[in-house]
């Protein structure tokens, strides 16, 4: 089965600008995750939906963040205006169920904000 | 708010050598308990995970983890490591359906080196 992807790769982008991150999880998968690393850091919990509803949006940083997930299909991650400290490599993860299920994680994408 | 430790940040090893790394976490409730794997150029990738039961658990090659819940401990475990584990480890915790979701909190890693 095809894995979670993640668009792009990576991003360079300037001080003030937009960027969209987008993440397809596995199909079939309900729950999706949105997390990121701020370099030498531990990966952190940004949000939750199962579908297209937010479960639990806890972690998001600030409201310059907007994920969204219209459908319950693929999920994007809009930081704008992006800050020098949102660079950091965001992975996407989904899982079919909660409780016990693993949650399967995406390539990354990493962001450099200059 | 739980949270999680891994006390080796950088750990260096020859081949065959054995391999412990170290995870604490803060929560006093019911946890599962995981550790990832992040080979170089990979996705980040599940070795293996504790939900209830035995608490030495066996995972993908060749790994184990014990969990100690009066240590609030799941150290990782290899008798003989390669090369090619070579790899970043991430310890993490949710607290699952009854504790308030299924959201990972990991530590901050423990890059491995294993030399020739």
């Known amino acids: 089965e095809a894995g979670v992807t993640q668009f792009p790769s990576h991003s360079v982008i300037e001080k003030g600008q937009t960027v969209t991150l987008r993440c397809d999880p596995i199909?079939?998968?309900?729950?999706l995750y949105w997390y990121r690393r701020v370099m030498g850091k531990e990966i952190k919990f940004l949000l939750h939906f199962v579908k297209e509803s937010k479960q639990d949006e806890s972690g998001m940083p600030n409201n310059r963040f907007l994920a969204e997930r219209t459908g319950g299909t693929y999920s994007t991650l809009k930081v704008q205006p992006a800050e020098l400290e949102d660079s950091g490599v965001y992975f996407c993860?989904?899982?079919?169920?909660?409780?016990?299920?693993?949650?399967?994680f995406g390539p990354g994408t990493r962001l450099t904000v200059l | 708010a739980q949270s999680v430790s891994q006390h080796n940040h950088h750990v260096i090893l020859s081949e065959a050598a054995s391999l412990e790394l170290g995870c604490n976490y803060s929560y006093g409730g019911t946890v599962n308990l995981f550790w990832y794997v992040q080979y170089p150029g990979q996705h980040l990738q599940l070795l293996l995970k504790y939900f209830s039961g035995d608490p030495l658990v066996k995972g993908i090659k060749g790994f184990e983890a014990e969990f100690i819940k009066s240590k609030f401990s799941f150290n990782l475990r290899k008798p003989s490591v390669q090369w090619s584990d070579t790899a970043e480890y991430f310890c993490a915790v949710n607290r699952g359906l009854t504790g308030g979701g299924n959201k990972l909190t990991f530590g901050t890693g423990t890059q491995l080196k294993v030399e020739l």
């Open positions: 199909s079939g998968h309900d729950n």
């Open positions: 993860a989904s899982s079919q169920e909660l409780g016990h299920q693993k949650q399967f």
